[in-house]
């Protein structure tokens, strides 16, 4: 069965970096495009940042010029770098994999705290 596997994340001061990390195993099936989204407690899930195959990328305005997403489409990874970190930023991030027709899965998601 697919697996969606996150790391990276963990506490970081204000204006430090984290950089998360997402593994899509179980299927052979090609991966269209994969993302970031987070979540804050109270708040609606939003998308933080998405990559296409061919590695087009979109980014939230709240983190344009700070994150940079990536993708290793051999290895079925995807990667968030993400620097001058902001305390609005603290959230659980979600790693999302869109196969298309074979379906979308999410990942477990992972904690990121920004705070002095």
């Known amino acids: 069965q697919v697996q969606v596997v996150e790391s990276g994340g963990g506490l970081v001061q204000p204006g430090g970096s984290l950089r998360l990390s997402c593994a899509a195993s179980?299927?052979?099936?090609?991966?269209?495009?994969m993302g970031w989204y987070r979540q804050a407690p109270g708040k609606q899930r939003e998308l933080v940042a998405s990559?296409?195959?061919?590695?087009?990328?979109n980014y939230a305005d709240s983190v344009k010029g700070r994150f940079t997403i990536s993708r290793d489409n051999a290895k079925n990874t995807v990667a968030l770098q993400m620097n001058t970190l902001k305390p609005e930023d603290t959230a659980v991030y979600y790693c999302?994999?869109?196969?298309?027709?074979?379906?979308?899965?999410w990942g477990q998601g992972t904690q990121v705290t920004v705070s002095s």
């Open positions: 990559i296409t195959s061919a590695h087009s990328t």
């Open positions: 999302n994999v869109d196969f298309g027709f074979f379906g979308v899965f």
């Open positions: 179980g299927t052979r099936a090609r991966i269209n495009t």
